[in-house]
């Protein structure tokens, strides 16, 4: 992967792209529902946003029935990988993101 630290930090500069890209980090894959709750914004908005981090190749997806499951690009640079853990390490607003994550009632293990 080609990413280089100006598209990284371009892309990670909105709120919304740096938070979803943290939980991504810390939960391996989420729905795009999951993401949705935790990020308290409409779905359109939340996809708009994920379609640029997919198209930085920050993550992929794949679908699942009525599902899109996101993740973090598994061929990310070492360094990319090291700045988003080191984020997450950080970031205040990941520990309150992720409180919401697990007390998300029907998550879609068991039906969004």
Same mark, same amino acid.
Request: net charge positive; glycine share 2%.
């Given at each position: +992967?080609? *990413? /280089?630290?100006? @598209?990284?930090?371009?892309?990670?500069?909105?709120?919304?792209?740096?938070?979803?890209?943290?939980?991504?980090?810390? @939960?391996?894959?989420? $729905?795009? $529902?999951?993401?949705?709750?935790?990020?308290?914004?409409? @779905?359109? +908005?939340?996809?708009?946003?994920?379609? @640029?981090?997919?198209?930085?190749?920050?993550?992929?997806?794949?679908?699942?029935? *009525?599902?899109?499951?996101?993740?973090?690009?598994?061929?990310?640079?070492?360094?990319?990988?090291?700045?988003? /853990?080191?984020?997450?390490?950080?970031?205040?607003?990941?520990?309150?993101?992720?409180?919401?994550?697990?007390? +998300?009632?029907?998550?879609?293990?068991?039906? $969004?």
């Amino acid at each position: +992967m080609s *990413l /280089t630290p100006r @598209q990284l930090f371009s892309t990670l500069a909105h709120p919304l792209r740096l938070r979803a890209v943290l939980l991504l980090q810390s @939960q391996g894959e989420l $729905c795009v $529902c999951e993401l949705t709750h935790v990020l308290k914004t409409h @779905q359109p +908005m939340v996809s708009r946003h994920l379609a @640029q981090l997919r198209k930085t190749g920050l993550v992929t997806s794949r679908r699942d029935g *009525l599902w899109i499951h996101y993740r973090l690009a598994s061929d990310l640079p070492e360094w990319a990988t090291a700045v988003i /853990t080191a984020a997450a390490d950080t970031e205040r607003t990941h520990a309150t993101d992720r409180h919401v994550l697990a007390s +998300m009632s029907r998550r879609p293990d068991h039906a $969004c």
